[in-house]
């Protein structure tokens, strides 16, 4: 039955081999170099100098573009891939050629009949994106470590082992609905969907509640990010924007600044702390990357053009850090590889009940 | 004789519609069984109820013993050709034969091998690239080459043009002549069932109307004909299948145990042909069946 | 070896028909004693009938002493016909000419003269009469 297996599963094996090698060319041929660099040009010049490696920064950032998307994108989709064209394909064309009254007639059991497929191409799926996804982690490296954002869905997904445990799921998903749907294109379609849908499922709903965030409380402080806004309507009054919490590669659930009763500043007080901040007029200022909150003027720090003092700065921060303080709700860098291996774990277990259920489901088909 | 296939009360139903009603079969080993019926009657229903490939709705089915379809073991004692004689168009020749070798512990290499190269197939040919009747040859070859004590086959000629229908019959008769096989085949051409057949099973309208060996069906039915007169001066014992009447002469083709008495009558064998299509066009809808009264104006 | 062929259309059970094709060729010196009969194999495979049905006529002929069957061998010719009944045609063959002249003699036209012999062989062959 293996070897059965195997050579129904030729060509499409064959495919696959063919556009892995392709990525690995690709991989080995400009990985060397993007490190290289890296490790040469780029990281010296944080180490040294964080501030001013800005355009250094952006031009690694812009390199390879386009293999830069080419090898994203390939990771994003080669789950639905093989969802859509090894899954659904494999009980639904038997069906839909009529082919099943001669597989099923031979001196093999149905269920053992469908175990070793789901067996066999699930392991060759694994391997597939498995390896897909080492080289890809591999190759972004370097960039991964420049954007320090491991924890963010576009680039959390394409990394490390959950591509494997998608590529699992969309194979037996695919399977289960040929086999409830025994006709290839609409199988394949309704794979894609329902595919589509539950990653997108787990990824808002189910990813953030694997384990209890941790928080953390911090002085409010000038620092990149912080910043006092405007409120677009006239008579919205003023908030306060808290600093970037510096947690480079955690996920950071919230950031706000709360008082010990968990309320925010409100615009009077604001007002009345930091006076210099109404009546817009402000800029960027050096110390803020931060972002502009609402659409009106984020004023920060001392510029030429009519900023704070540096006292009226001070005086601002010392009132604000009087009452206020920073939470901060994440998860911290440390627990990626956990994260990791919980969800993969989860589609993991979907994939053994839809195994399950559909070796119960070709039984009864038919029949 | 024990029974290859024994059904009691069998019945399929797909929604509404009845494929298969209240059927009781007991067809004994050994023999070569015509099923016989128009497109429609159930014949491929009860075909595939039989290799478990459909499940009953109401009644019972056991095939050598077994129910269908009960273990992989069951399975290598029965081959089956579907009706379309269904094979992996991208797979070759060869590559089916190995498919045969891998799935069946007791498929025998030789034998297939053999058959292949008689038919003059080329085993690396693409089996999508075949024509009907080496299709057909080379999904009996699958079937047979596993050894099976009963096989199988749905419209096997249906298709194919009448010197490959003579081929895959010569064939099969082949492996029979070999010994042991049971062979069971659904056909609606009833001109091949006396020179192949020896159990004869007609099916119409989902209804089994008449089973038994083709020699004892012939033996007991007879065409009478004399001058026109009413069925119940018939003695007990006669079952009428078929009557004509004409202003001067009644024909009726009867099922008797025993010999016919009355004079009046002309008493004649009745060719298998006759017999088939004499059940087949019996109204429908009784378990048991009865005379069907056609005034034919001559 | 004598070859078999088979008419569907003619009515006559197919194992009959074997069985008539071997006296025939029996009859006409085609087949001597010692020789060997088609295989039942060999028959089923030419023809495309049922092999019981070639045992059948294989064991009407040895039930009639013609043949006599050596397992694992063959079936083999024992006894010819002998050309006795040729010489019995002759009176046979004068007689039938007679009813053929009191036949057209009577009025009867081809048609109805062949019409009238096939229903009598026919009623003949196959009647339960009692």
């Known amino acids: 039955m293996i070897r059965l297996t195997w050579l129904q599963f030729r060509l499409q094996s064959a495919v696959a081999l063919a556009a892995l090698a392709a990525v690995a060319l690709a991989v080995a041929l400009t990985g060397p170099q993007l490190a290289h660099v890296y490790d040469t040009v780029v990281a010296p010049c ?49 069906l839909e050629r009529g082919t099943f009254r001669l597989a099923w007639t031979q001196s093999v059991s149905r269920h053992r009949w469908l175990a070793v497929k789901l067996g066999v191409v699930g392991l060759a799926s694994a391997v597939l994106a498995g390896l897909l996804s080492l080289m890809v982690t591999w190759w972004f490296g370097p960039l991964d470590q420049v954007h320090a954002n491991r924890f963010d869905p576009s680039v959390f997904d394409l990394r490390g082992i959950v591509p494997i445990g998608y590529a699992l799921f969309a194979f037996v998903l695919g399977v289960t609905v040929g086999v409830l749907a025994p006709r290839i294109l609409p199988a394949m379609a309704i794979t894609l969907v ?57 996920w950071v659930y919230a950031n706000v600044a709360v008082d010990q009763a968990g309320q925010p500043p409100s615009s009077q007080f604001l007002q ?30 001392p510029s030429a053009s009519g900023g704070p003092t540096a006292d009226q700065l001070h005086a601002c921060l ?13 998860q911290p860098a440390d627990r990626y590889w956990t994260f990791q291996g919980v969800e993969t774990a989860v589609y993991a277990g979907l994939s053994l009940v839809l195994a399950w259920l559909c070796l119960w489901w070709v039984r009864q088909r038919i029949a | 004789m024990t029974a290859v296939i024994a059904a009691a009360g069998l019945g399929k139903r797909y929604g509404r519609q009845w494929a298969l009603s209240d059927c009781t079969l007991a067809i004994p080993a050994g023999q070569v069984v015509g099923l016989v019926g128009p497109n429609g009657a159930g014949k491929t229903t009860l075909l595939q109820l039989a ?29 089956f050709v579907a009706q379309d004689t269904p094979i992996y168009p991208t797979l070759s020749v060869g590559d089916h034969l190995r498919l045969g070798a891998w799935l069946n512990p007791s498929w025998d290499q030789a034998l297939a091998a053999r058959r292949i190269q008689a038919l003059g197939l080329d085993p690396r040919q693409r ?102 007169r009413d069925l119940d001066t ?25 010999p016919i008495l009355d004079p009046a009558w002309t008493v004649e064998p009745v060719g298998l042909e006759d017999l088939v299509l004499a059940y087949m066009s019996q109204a429908q809808g009784t378990a048991q069946p009865g005379p069907t009264l056609r005034e034919v104006s001559r | 070896m004598i070859e078999f062929h088979l008419d569907s259309r003619s009515g006559v059970a197919p194992y009959l028909q074997i069985v008539h094709q071997v006296r025939h060729a029996l009859r006409l010196g085609l087949l001597c004693e010692g020789d060997q009969l088609p295989t039942i194999k060999a028959v089923v495979s030419r023809l495309a009938i049922n092999p019981n049905t070639v045992l059948k006529a294989y064991k009407e002929l040895e039930y009639s002493g013609l043949v006599a069957s050596r397992p694992g061998i063959g079936t083999f010719v024992v006894q010819t016909l002998s050309g006795a009944p040729l010489v019995a045609l002759g009176p046979l063959r004068n007689e039938l000419e007679r009813w053929l002249g009191r036949a057209r003699r009577a009025g009867l036209d081809e048609e109805s003269i062949e019409a009238l012999f096939r229903d009598c062989f026919r009623s003949h062959a196959g009647e339960d009469v009692a």
């Open chain 1, 46 to 94: 944080l180490q040294r100098a964080p501030d001013s490696c800005g355009p250094t920064v952006s031009a690694f950032n812009n390199s390879d573009q386009l293999l830069q998307t080419v090898l994203n994108d390939a990771v994003l989709i080669v789950p639905a891939l093989l969802g859509i064209f090894w899954g659904a394909p494999l009980v639904a064309r038997e």
């Open chain 1, 194 to 250: 329902v595919f589509v849908g539950a990653r997108y499922a787990v990824t808002t709903w189910v990813r953030p509640h694997l384990m209890t965030p941790l928080q953390q409380t911090q002085t409010i402080t000038y620092s990149p990010g912080f910043g006092l806004a405007q409120g677009a309507d006239a008579g919205s009054g003023l908030f306060l924007i808290p600093p970037d919490p510096n947690l480079p590669n955690a």
């Open chain 2, 127 to 228: 089996a999508g690239k075949l024509s009907g009747g080496q299709r057909a040859q080379l999904a009996l070859t699958l079937a047979i080459a596993k050894r099976p004590e009963l096989l199988i086959l749905d419209e096997p000629v249906a298709s194919l043009d009448p010197l490959a229908r003579r081929e895959f019959l010569q064939g099969l008769m082949e492996v029979v002549a070999e010994g042991g096989m049971s062979v069971v085949f659904s056909t609606h051409v009833i001109a091949d069932l006396e020179r192949v057949c020896d159990y004869l099973v007609v099916l119409v309208a989902s209804r089994v109307r008449v089973a038994g060996e083709i020699d004892a069906l012939l033996a007991e039915h007879r065409r009478l004909t004399g001058p026109r």
């Open chain 1, 318 to 330: 010392s009132a604000i850090d009087a009452r206020f303080h920073d939470v901060v709700t994440y």
């Open chain 2, 234 to 258: 018939l003695p007990p014992g006669q079952h009428v299948v078929e009557v004509s009447h004409t202003g001067r002469q009644s024909t009726l083709l009867v099922r008797s145990a025993g």
């Open chain 1, 272 to 301: 009345s702390a930091c006076p210099w901040a109404t009546g817009g007029g402000g800029d960027g200022g050096s110390g803020s990357t931060g972002t502009s909150q609402g659409s009106g003027n984020v004023t920060t720090g």
């Open chain 2, 51 to 79: 290799v478990g490939l459909l499940a009953p709705t109401t009644g019972t089915i056991t095939v050598l013993g077994e129910p269908p379809a009960a273990s992989a073991a069951q399975l290598g004692r029965v081959g």
